[in-house]
């Protein structure tokens, strides 16, 4: 018996705390694809909404898109995979901002004496 594609994509949202306006908003950019409301990409829907939005290589593009946000491997991308993909991005974000990281900065590199407050008497 196979659990019900929506009851999956709110068990997913709960694990990551996605509220219900977001839960919304992830379908609203799903249904953007999935023009046939089967809860489901495949990649010819992509291509086909990627050559509408005049994005290059359209089928390049949206290989990327399946080999991206589809985890079990069944060549199309579900609503629930749409979630999760979502929920485990949030989840970086927040734990990054949490730690008060930020992944993309370069550190300075530290030199020697930085720790000393300067002194304008002797300079």
Known sequence: MSVNPLIKAREIALQY???DTQFIKLQDSF???DKSGTGSIDKAAAIKVLEEMK???SECA???LIDTYDTNKN???EFWE????YGQKSAKIHSL???NEQ???RQRPSMEGDDETPNPSTE
């Open 103 to 105: 992944p993309h900065k």
């Open 62 to 64: 949206a290989q990327q």
């Open 97 to 99: 901002s949490h730690n």
């Open 82 to 85: 749409f979630v999760e993909h």
């Open 55 to 57: 994005v290059e290589d």
């Open 31 to 33: 249904k953007v694809y």
């Open 17 to 19: 705390n996605i509220s």
């Open 75 to 77: 060549g199309i991308i």
